[in-house]
């Protein structure tokens, strides 16, 4: 089976200390049964901001495996124009280039991006092609959830235009796909469809950590040192908007104030907000900001941590990565995100949940869990089982494979 797999924006396997995100893990059980992968994204590494090459490629990263990246220029930063522009021109790009290849015997186009999701569609329903939608996240509408109210009714008048294609894409899909039971509904709800047999729910997960690990470098050596005794909050990621580290910060100040020598928070990472964060946090002894971090040494701060932050805006219905990562480590989890993953923290016991935005209970949550050894100890135990039973990569993807075999099949010629 020939499935060509469209997803701009995770990590690719040709980039060093590459993650395996959900598109590479799904294309790597596909080669496992037998299938072969066309994988198509941009030559621009969302994650850091530059680009891997100044043209199209064409690569091959193992037999039957194959990378069509398509350039499309490069952008700065999420929240602007040039990635706005980038999104077109990708999908332009698509359009153009996908007529000149062997047709697939099925698609799976992850959404966003609404311009390529909307472009898979366009180019599959007239060949008969099979094509699955997978919703990562609920664009256009998280743009309006991000935005002031005020300016928010003129932007929904220019997000129309999206609104339109999103629709159209999840209207023209053979079965959708999403990350969560909150998202699957959300587009359901967006396309104005009941839930047919084929739409169906696949947690992005993670492969299990290996047991063992590259040695750390000097920079995390000498943090664990300065950590030792401490009680260690980590937040591992980047610093994108979506994210209330500034409420972490709050809390930070707040148990200086209180006199609390306990608790250390480790923000690591880069992004949007890394600047503003950096300059907040100079005059407080509780909180490290490492930066970025490599796979390897995220690992290292993750196993010398006691709980892992999840400080989301409003996210309803979304089960990130975040979630994978933490509870992969073994670690509790303190989370802002509501619905399905607030659920999921009290049904495991897992973690403890509080509203966005809502500082007086993050730091009671805080102080509870860093003066609670037994607490912490059982919550880490019941983390790891929650991965195992639910999150766990090599669950997963073997089940996604057979529901992308079962819609293959369906393909008119």
């Known amino acids: 089976m020939n499935v060509w797999l469209i997803k701009d924006g995770e990590t690719l396997p040709i980039q060093p200390d590459a993650r395996r995100m959900r598109t590479w893990m799904l294309a790597e059980e596909l080669l496992r049964q037998g299938h072969q992968v066309t994988w198509w994204a941009s030559t621009h590494s969302h994650q850091r901001k530059q680009l891997l090459f100044d043209g ?26 040039s990635r706005l522009v980038h999104h077109s021109r990708l999908a332009v790009k698509f359009r153009r280039q996908a007529r000149a290849l062997l047709q697939p015997d099925v698609i799976v186009s992850a959404f966003p ?26 664009w256009p509408d998280i743009f309006l959830d991000l935005a002031p109210p005020v300016l928010r009714a003129a932007l929904r008048i220019a997000l129309r235009p999206l609104e339109r294609k999103a629709r159209a894409s999840f209207q023209g899909s053979d079965s959708l796909v999403a990350c969560s039971h909150g998202f699957l509904n959300w587009g359901l709800r967006k396309a104005k469809l009941a839930r047919r047999p084929a739409d169906r729910v696949f947690y992005l997960g993670k492969i299990r950590p290996a047991a063992k690990t590259p040695g750390e470098s000097a920079a995390i050596g000498e943090l664990g040192r300065e950590l030792s005794g401490k009680v260690v909050f980590c ?33 690591a990472g880069d992004g949007q907000q890394f600047e503003q964060i950096r300059a907040r ?40 990565n975040k979630v994978f990562d933490y509870s992969a480590a073994g670690l509790p989890i303190l989370s802002s995100l509501e619905g399905e993953m607030a659920e999921k923290l009290a049904k495991h016991g897992a973690g403890l949940s509080y509203a966005p935005g ?26 790891t089982a929650m991965f195992d039973q639910e999150f766990l990569a090599a669950n997963i993807y073997p089940d996604y494979v057979r529901h992308v075999e079962c819609i293959a099949r369906t393909r008119t010629h």
């Open 113 to 138: 991006t609404i311009e390529l999701a909307f472009e898979a569609v366009t180019f599959a329903k007239p060949r008969g092609i099979p094509v699955i939608v997978d919703i990562r996240d609920p």
């Open 358 to 383: 809502d500082l007086q209970t993050f730091v009671s949550h805080v102080k509870t869990l860093a003066a609670g050894l037994d607490l912490r100890r059982m919550m880490a135990q019941r983390s």
């Open 281 to 320: 946090v100079k005059t407080l002894g509780n909180v490290t900001v490492p930066g970025w971090l490599n796979a390897s040494d995220a690992n290292h701060l993750l196993a010398m941590s006691d709980v892992g932050l999840a400080p989301y805006r409003q996210m309803a219905g979304a089960v990130p």
């Open 56 to 81: 199209d490629r064409e690569i091959d990263v193992e037999r039957g495996f194959r990378l069509k990246l398509m350039f499309a220029g490069a952008y700065g930063s999420n929240r602007s124009l």
């Open 235 to 267: 937040f591992v990621g980047s610093f994108g908007h979506v994210y209330e580290l500034g409420l972490v910060c709050e809390a930070a100040a707040s148990l200086e104030r209180q006199g609390n020598r306990q608790i250390q928070f480790i923000l």
